[in-house]
Nanobody, 122 residues
């Protein structure tokens, strides 16, 4: 079992930055792929970014590529999402998730955090 707790969300103006953190406990963190997803009001949850176990391999949604960076610290059991040049359309609840296999599909992820709200004002 893996428990995930996100933090770092908030209100920011367009063009600003935020860093989200996700602390993991339970199963060996360093063996898991980690992902970030988001869900805006009235929309389906969507993929944002993913990292394999050592962050050597990462993937991003086209909408965030070049602005967001996923990283992880396997000593601190934490994954991060650095978000720069934020846009109003980035407003959503952001979730971190853990998977035994690397990928961008929601179905691949076994464990989910409770989410953290990110609001970008124009």
């Amino acid at each position: 079992q893996v428990q995930l707790v996100e933090s770092g969300g908030g209100l920011v103006q367009a063009g600003g930055s935020l860093m989200l953190s996700c602390a993991a406990s339970g199963r060996t963190f360093s063996s898991l792929a980690m992902g970030w997803f988001r869900q805006a009001p009235g929309k389906e949850r969507e993929f944002v970014a993913a990292s394999n176990w050592d962050a050597y391999i990462t993937r991003y949604a086209d909408s965030v590529k070049g602005r967001f960076t996923i990283s992880r610290d396997n000593v601190k059991n934490t994954v991060y999402l650095q978000m720069n040049n934020l846009k109003p359309e980035d407003t959503a609840v952001y979730y971190c998730a853990a998977s035994r296999s690397y990928g961008r599909s929601l179905a691949a992820y076994d464990y989910w955090g409770q989410g953290t709200q990110v609001t970008v004002s124009s």
